[in-house]
């Protein structure tokens, strides 16, 4: 049974399907071929037993056997031809039939007529010359007083060719249907498996293009109007490859860009080092003003490095998984914070900030780390002496500068990953920030936005959906 299972498993699905098909075709022939030979043969025996029932053995013809039998030599009785199998039988199982005409051999059930135990009998049994027949018995009656005559009965017999030859004739005939049919459905269902499979086949062709060449382009032809199972793998399937070529199009374009970006305070890290150690190596000190110039620049690259690594580091987390649990957050405490750290990057700014409560759902180091961004931005662009405005009302964060604002056709691009604007290029920054605000607002169910301020600035408003408040905790 197993090795049967695991052969059939090894077959192509079509052929699979082709095989159900069959199969399940061969059960229903099978079983309608079945019923309807039962039913020919319950009919066919009804008719025969009807047939019997109507065969009237008249009293002359008895008279005539019953004297005929007591004969010491019988004579020929002529009977039409076609005639039923008549055959007197007594109590004693002894019989008397016409002469060299075959006798029904004696059962119980025609004994018990005989003896007036049953009004009749009908059964199947065979004659003397083995014949098999379909038995009739019933009890004599006297021709004067239409008693009956104790003792003695009459069987009349018809042959069961009657019924099993046309049975024969339809079995062969219902075997041949049956075994058309299923050859027919065998055929009809490889047929429809191959058409219905034939999506399917088209889709293991594109998946294997895929899986040898790596091209993510490559779409599998879908008519709007399909809405059936393959339709619906077939578009699931294309939107996962389009999917997957943008994610490696922006892990293209993220490795390209880091690689600009960070090759530019490498190469002053790599000269910095370099005229350090042809100093030492040369024995040519520098002046000590150069030479501090030259640590402070090392120093300020290794500063620019690791700040671009940990803003890719919180930008790939950001395209994957979440790094910590989403909770309920106060975003005041939230921008309090990120004000507070502000204060202390531009000591000579005033950052003015007008709170009221608004919870929102978020990871909170994450929230924390964008509004820091955005803060920043606001810092670095602001001149000195200059104001930020921040204020959060109903769930709507503004951050208001002064600074030179941002011209109108380069909005569309602040938030685009390494986007820095030709004037900010002199200013430290690696131009993730913003895009790190960006999926961390989007993430957060809200959105944000940089308009021009009037009187000149930028505006930065974020916008995040609010939370049900958490309970208060108790003190311990």
């Known amino acids: 049974m197993n090795k049967a299972v695991r052969r059939l498993r090894s077959l192509p699905l079509r052929s699979r399907l082709a095989l159900l098909v069959a199969a399940a075709v061969a059960f229903a022939v099978a079983a309608v071929s079945v019923t309807c030979w039962f039913l020919v043969k319950g009919q066919l025996y009804h008719q025969l037993d009807d047939e019997l029932r109507s065969e009237e053995v008249s009293g002359l013809l008895l008279s005539t056997m019953l ?26 199982g002894s019989t008397c039939a016409i002469p060299d005409a075959p006798e029904v051999k004696v059962q119980s059930v025609d004994l018990a007529v005989a003896d007036g135990e049953k009004e009749e009998a009908l059964h199947s049994g065979r004659t003397t010359d083995g014949t098999a027949v379909r038995v009739l018995t ?49 055929a009809a269902g490889l047929a429809v498996a191959r058409s219905g499979l034939r999506p399917v086949d088209r889709l293991a062709e594109v998946v294997e293009h895929v899986a040898r060449t790596e091209d993510l382009t490559v779409r599998i032809p879908v008519a709007d109007d399909d809405e059936d199972e393959i339709a619906r793998l077939s578009r699931s399937f294309n939107a996962m490859t389009t999917a997957l070529a943008s994610s490696r199009d922006l892990q293209q374009q993220l490795i390209a860009d880091a690689g600009h970006e960070l090759r530019t305070p490498l190469t002053s890290l790599r000269t910095n080092i370099e005229l350090l150690t042809r100093s030492e190596e040369t024995g040519r000190p520098l002046p000590e003003a150069d030479r501090k110039a030259l640590l402070a620049s090392v120093k300020a690259q290794m500063t620019e490095l690791a700040a671009l690594i940990g803003d890719l580091q919180e930008l790939s987390r950001a395209e994957g998984q979440r790094g910590e649990r989403v909770q309920v957050v106060s975003l005041e405490d939230t921008v309090g914070t990120a004000v507070r750290r502000a204060r202390l990057r531009g000591p000579e700014l005033t950052i003015t900030a007008d709170l009221s409560p608004w919870y929102v759902r978020a990871e909170p180091s994450a929230l924390e780390r964008a509004l820091v961004n955005i803060l920043d931005n606001a810092v670095k662009f602001s001149p000195g002496a200059g104001t930020v405005e921040v204020a959060l009302h109903q769930g709507v964060l503004t951050v208001r500068d002064h600074g030179p604002g941002i011209p109108a056709d380069e909005l569309p691009h602040v938030f685009d990953r390494f986007w820095r604007s030709p ?36 505006v930065a408003t974020v916008r995040l959906p609010g939370a049900p408040t958490p309970p208060p905790t108790e003190a311990v």
């Open 138 to 186: 019933r009890p004599v009656f006297d021709r004067e007083t239409r008693a009956v005559q104790r003792g003695v009965a009459v069987s009349v017999a018809k042959p069961l060719s009657e019924v099993t030859e046309p049975l024969s004739s339809l079995a062969w005939i219902l075997l041949a249907v049956s075994g058309i049919g299923v050859v027919g459905a065998g």
């Open 67 to 92: 004297a005929n039998c007591r004969q010491p030599e019988p004579r020929q009785l002529g009977l039409p031809p076609g005639s039923p199998t008549v055959t007197i039988l007594y109590s004693d």
């Open 423 to 458: 004037s900010a290029r002199s200013l430290p920054g690696s131009g993730l920030g913003l895009s790190i605000v960006a999926r961390t607002v989007h993430r957060s169910g809200g959105e944000v936005t940089l308009s021009p301020a009037p009187g000149g600035g930028t």
